[in-house]
């Protein structure tokens, strides 16, 4: 993308500062609305819960199948449950499940990554095809072998994104790592003598920080994608949870009777994704990582 | 060029390998047990006791392993619990549905794909750009079963061109199964036309700046001849590895698609064996859905290493 960055994911560390990304990214229109898009998401998470009109499963009998109205600004559904309300409840699980795994598989899979890549070796060869062979196995199905095996607990669905995300972070880190090893200032700490542990993580973690933050943003688009077709496909949730995919797949067999009720949760889910994708696009302009 | 291909192979024999023991102890562990799911409830503990003899459930996982892996590898995939019938015809004829979707899906993806990544790679930093662009980024990001159902809405409620429900019977061929595949196939398509379009862009912007393009235009060559002759040859080879990869997707990975159109594919087979606590019908899929991967991922390479010498030789 940038012509003057030549080697993989490595840019001055000097540009990883939040606040300076932050303004960066709404100089473009695109990344300036997939920003705004995921901050009022998140800000709907937060306060969803003290904003909503009614309760996540709460049933008004006498109102149900309503279109939208100043009441119901999103409409009732069969059961006459307030579809707005649900998909505010909705917002907070999706993006507290998605952000938390994907927070945690950054972790887990950036101290694996870095650990590995610089240590090489033979241990090193033998993770990565490990992770190869995970990577050959589609995301959906890993998923849905893993759920099998962890049973429909609420956690679940956060251990699987974790699982599933670590070795694809993981190979990226140790992509960076690869490229920057060999280089100067690598060297220049080790002359000095200083540990393993100050060189991997105060040396070479700082040059990894723009593209671990364009993974990380990438993986989260993924990880609601993920949560709201399993939902979908109903595993791994049980109604009445408000998972959009889930809301999704309940309010189809009633379409013609209440067609809100499944393009209003649909909707968020494109709109939310939609935003993270370009906020993701956004960053990885500003922080000058390489890429499609 | 032997030699390489022959590493190609090991590779692919070492994932292959690796991948099918991951499958086996993540379908070991799962809940249940087999001896009573195949004979219910009720049965005696004797009875569960000669039948887990019988299937040699009471072996060692390693020894289990390798019998499963042995029968795979000679075509026994053994008789699924929940239809009692043999595994591998079941599978076949899915799989004859999936690659059919696939052919579909590739058939609209992969030009149009092209085509529009071309464009904006031609026109890099413009509103043309721009416009592919983030119209690429949100069709990517849109789950699957939003486009399905908007499709359907469209095509199949309003306009009545395409049927809603893509259940096709067993045993239709490819022509008669045509009109039922289009929805499918666009709804995949539209997952791909992003990744397929923004990774031909980055191909050509890498391109276009090079000294030999220079050259060509000034000899006097069209733009247009160019960007096809010259240009594309060299500007494609990421957007190969793209279309390999999703191959392996399209064969395995389609399972909200299906589900969306009850279109009897392996990814929806898929879901019923894992509803279905299916032990040999799920170990059959998945490995499947590797082999698929892995093939593609094969041809990718070996397609890349024939275009370009420097790789063949590493």
Redesign the interface.
């Known amino acids: 993308?940038t012509?003057e960055s030549t080697t993989a994911g490595v840019t001055p560390a000097r540009v990883w500062r939040p606040f300076t990304v932050l303004t960066r990214l709404f100089g473009r229109p695109?990344s300036a609305a997939g920003t705004s898009i995921v901050l009022i998401f998140l800000l709907m998470a937060l306060i969803g819960p003290w904003i909503a009109p009614y309760g996540v499963n709460e049933q008004i009998p006498s109102e149900t199948r309503q279109a939208p109205s100043p009441d119901h600004w999103f409409g009732t559904d069969h059961l006459g449950r307030d579809v707005f309300s649900r998909v505010l409840f909705g917002a907070r699980d999706i993006l507290l499940l998605a952000g938390l795994g994907t927070f945690l598989a950054v972790l887990a899979g950036t101290a694996i990554g870095l650990l590995s890549g610089y240590r090489g070796g033979t241990f090193d060869e033998a993770l990565m095809?490990?992770f190869?062979?995970?990577l050959?196995?589609?995301?959906?199905?890993l998923a849905?072998?893993?759920l099998?095996?962890v049973?429909p607990a609420r956690n679940a669905l956060l251990i699987v994104i974790v699982f599933v995300y670590t070795p694809i972070v993981a190979r990226v880190a140790r992509s960076v790592v690869l490229s920057v090893k060999s280089k100067g200032f690598v060297q220049a700490a080790r002359m000095r003598g200083e540990s393993e542990t100050w060189i991997i993580f105060r040396e070479i973690l700082p040059s990894a920080f723009p593209t671990l933050t364009v993974e990380g943003a990438l993986r989260f688009?993924y990880a609601i994608?993920l949560i709201?077709?399993l939902g979908?496909?109903g595993?791994g949730v049980q109604p009445p949870n408000p998972n959009w995919?889930l809301m999704?797949?309940e309010a189809?067999e009633h379409?013609f009777q209440t067609p809100w009720a499944?393009w209003m949760p649909?909707l968020a889910?494109?709109v939310l994704?939609?935003g993270?994708?370009?906020m993701a696009?956004g960053l990885r302009r500003v922080l000058r990582v390489p890429?499609? | 060029m032997p030699r390489y291909v022959l590493r190609r192979l090991g590779f692919l024999l070492?994932?292959l390998l690796?991948?099918s023991s991951?499958?086996f102890a993540?379908?070991q562990?799962?809940?249940g047990d087999v001896a009573r799911v195949i004979l219910g409830r009720e049965a005696g503990e004797a009875a569960l006791n000669s039948l887990r003899e019988e299937l040699g459930l009471n072996d060692p996982l390693p020894v289990q392993y390798l019998r499963w892996l042995g029968n795979f590898v000679q075509g026994d995939w053994g008789e699924s619990f929940s239809t009692r019938t043999e595994v591998r015809p079941l599978v076949q004829q899915r799989l004859g549905n999936s690659l059919m979707l696939a052919a579909v899906t590739l058939g609209i993806a992969v030009p149009v794909g092209i085509a529009l990544g071309v464009i904006a790679g031609l026109n890099e930093n413009t509103w043309v750009d721009?416009v592919v662009?983030?119209s690429a980024?949100?069709v990517?990001?849109?789950?699957?079963?939003?486009t399905g159902?908007?499709l359907i809405e469209i095509f199949a409620f309003r306009l009545g061109f395409f049927p809603a429900n893509s259940s096709i019977r067993p045993g239709t061929n490819f022509v008669e199964a045509l009109p039922m595949l289009i929805l499918p196939a666009l709804t995949a398509s539209l997952v791909l036309l992003g990744?397929i379009s923004?990774?031909t862009?980055?191909g050509v912007?890498g391109e276009i700046?090079k000294p030999y393009v220079r050259t060509a235009r000034l000899k006097g060559l069209s733009r247009w001849s160019v960007t096809y002759r010259h240009v594309l040859r060299n500007a494609l080879m990421?957007t190969i590895t793209v279309i390999a990869i999703s191959f392996?997707?399209l064969i395995?990975?389609l399972?909200?698609v299906e589900?969306v159109y009850n279109y009897p594919g392996l990814g929806r087979l898929?879901?019923f064996a894992?509803d279905r606590?299916d032990l040999p019908l799920?170990q059959a899929v998945?490995m499947l859905?590797?082999l698929a991967?892995?093939f593609a991922?094969l041809a990718a390479d070996l397609f890349y290493a024939y275009l370009n010498p420097k790789i063949r030789l590493q």
Do not use: Q
């Open positions: 993308m012509k695109a095809r490990v190869d062979s995970l050959a196995i589609p995301a959906l199905l849905l072998l893993l099998g095996v049973g688009s994608f709201a077709a979908f496909l595993i995919g999704v797949a189809r379409v499944l649909a889910i494109s994704v939609i993270v994708n370009l696009d890429g499609a | 070492l994932t690796l991948t991951i499958i993540i379908t562990v799962l809940p721009s662009n983030v980024l949100s990517v990001g849109l789950p699957e079963f939003v159902i908007l990744y923004r990774m862009r980055v912007i700046s990421p392996g997707w395995s990975g399972i909200v589900n898929m879901l894992i606590r799920l998945a859905a590797v991967f892995a991922n």
